[in-house]
């Protein structure tokens, strides 16, 4: 890779869509997105022209919020931020990972199970069909699903980590902890390296991640749009 040559995670959402996660790819011009039950992720090209802008507006709908997670540049006219949270990017360097005994792989009968869970410790979005994206493990006590985490954006020769969350009742023991390296484990066995997002305030989740062998690889953020419910003319 050339010096100053764009990362596939600079823009990971583009890099999933156009590669293993090509098969979720609801596509206008050059946008991309998945479809709204599984993902809210969306991507754009890199440097977006007013084409671009017009594609998501019309992809999204008029009044639609939409995320823009990574973009840094300017919105158009009559576009308003509804979201802006910092946010890290952190990768695998170093994780020692295992397989865990007690740990078993979620499916599309768990969702329920898995959206209480998700409704009550708020990790992030995780949809109907949000499942599809990659393989998903929880722990359960007494039969109730109580820690879950899983994969979701999917760039070339990477796995996002993600909805890792477990019920305040169960807290402190290191559940998080075990799930995060038995998924990192599954992925590396595929050849793959683990990555994630998470909030740069969230100082002890990113204290957890490197004290697990994560490093800090970028800063971003996590931002979110409305379309405007009157778009310009177009100019011919």
């Not at 599809?132 to 699903?145: N, S, V």
């Not at 019920?167 to 050849?191: N, S, Y």
Request: hydrophobic residues 40%; charged residues 20%.
């Amino acid at each position: 890779m050339t010096a100053g040559a764009p990362h596939v995670l600079d823009n990971p959402a583009l890099a999933s869509l156009t590669g293993p996660h090509a098969h979720f790819a609801e596509k206008r011009g050059r946008v991309l997105r998945y479809p709204v039950d599984v993902s809210p992720w969306l991507a754009m090209p890199d440097a977006p022209d007013a084409g671009d802008w017009a594609d998501l507006a019309a992809l999204a709908g008029p009044g639609a919020e939409v995320p823009l997670t990574a973009y840094a540049g300017q919105l158009p006219e009559g576009w308003e931020i509804t979201f802006n949270v910092e946010g890290v990017q952190l990768v695998d360097d170093g994780l020692t990972t295992a397989p865990d005994p007690e740990v078993a792989r979620l499916g599309p009968a768990d969702v329920p199970e898995i959206l209480d869970l998700i409704e009550r410790t708020r990790p992030g979005p995780f949809l109907p069909r949000t499942i599809e994206m990659g393989t998903y493990l929880g722990i359960r006590r007494g039969g109730a699903l109580v820690a879950m985490a899983g994969e979701r954006l999917h760039p070339p020769g990477w796995t996002e980590i993600s909805a890792v969350c477990t019920d305040p009742a169960v807290r402190g023991q290191g559940l998080a902890t075990r799930l995060v390296l038995a998924v990192a484990h599954g992925i590396r066995e595929r050849g793959e390296t683990p990555f994630l997002h998470t909030g740069a305030r969230n100082t002890g989740a990113i204290r957890l991640y490197e004290s697990l062998g994560f490093r800090l690889r970028r800063t971003t953020a996590f931002l979110a749009a409305r379309v405007p419910e009157r778009l310009p003319e177009a100019v011919s």
